[in-house]
């Protein structure tokens, strides 16, 4: 293990087709953190979709190309807990059988982390230069809490972040309602759940709610957008990055995408 430790970013599909500066703030954080930053172009998504949906032959050959990608690095990296749940959680399940992929694949799992989790537990750093002078409430993804344990981690750095006040929600671990396939199978039931999560946000008076999925910030950003509400979405790797300066996630001006 060198010094300064090789990170490969996996930068989720999300990442790369919506919100690419998500990416770019996770980026120089790791590098701020001390890390030499890589991202593999190969990559793909992650293979949770295919997953999720049972079909799981795909979803092992997307998890054998991730493998061979990113096995060289000392650490892999995704600004997304869903994501880092399935390399770190389900590929070792996913390729249990699999001769040639078993151990590679538990490998891989054991030097996986979320952002956020792996600033404040691998690295142990808290060096945030930015500001943000306004309320703000969070939001816990379900894959990062429930999967990865992440619930302390983000608010350590939030609280070093200039001006930035936050608001809790009365229900920060409760789902949004998108988990991924779900939204598109249960529609009814999901946007049932996304409006209870807009009314505890809008209740809070916060004018940004961040999170660190992007999927779960689609989703309220939209809901938000067509409530009309007043509030703001954005990737906790923006604002802890201080580059949250172009337009909100689902804002009429963001040209992203």
Known sequence: MTARPQVGLFATCLVDLYRPSVGFAAASLLEK????????????????P???????KS??????????????FDYVVAPSGSCAGMLRHHYPDLLADDADFATRASAVADRTWELVSFLTDIRGWSGIDAS????????????????????VQPRQLLEKVAGLELRELDAPDVCCGFGGTFCVKYPEVSEAMVDDKIDDIVATGAATVLSGDLGCLMNIAGR????GEAVEARHIAEIL?????????????????
Do not use: M
């Open 33 to 48: 953190a001390g890390c030499d930053v890589a991202v593999p172009t190969a990559q793909v998504c992650c293979g949770q």
């Open 224 to 227: 938000l957008s067509r409530r």
């Open 132 to 151: 943000w002078p306004k309320g703000v409430t969070y939001h816990d993804a379900c894959s990062g809490l429930r999967e990865l344990g992440i619930k």
């Open 50 to 56: 295919a997953y999720n949906a049972g079909d799981r």
């Open 241 to 257: 990055a201080g580059t949250a300066t172009g337009p909100a996630i689902g804002g009429a001006d963001d040209g992203q995408g």
């Open 59 to 72: 979803a092992a050959a997307i998890a054998r190309q991730t493998i061979s990608l990113f096995e060289e």
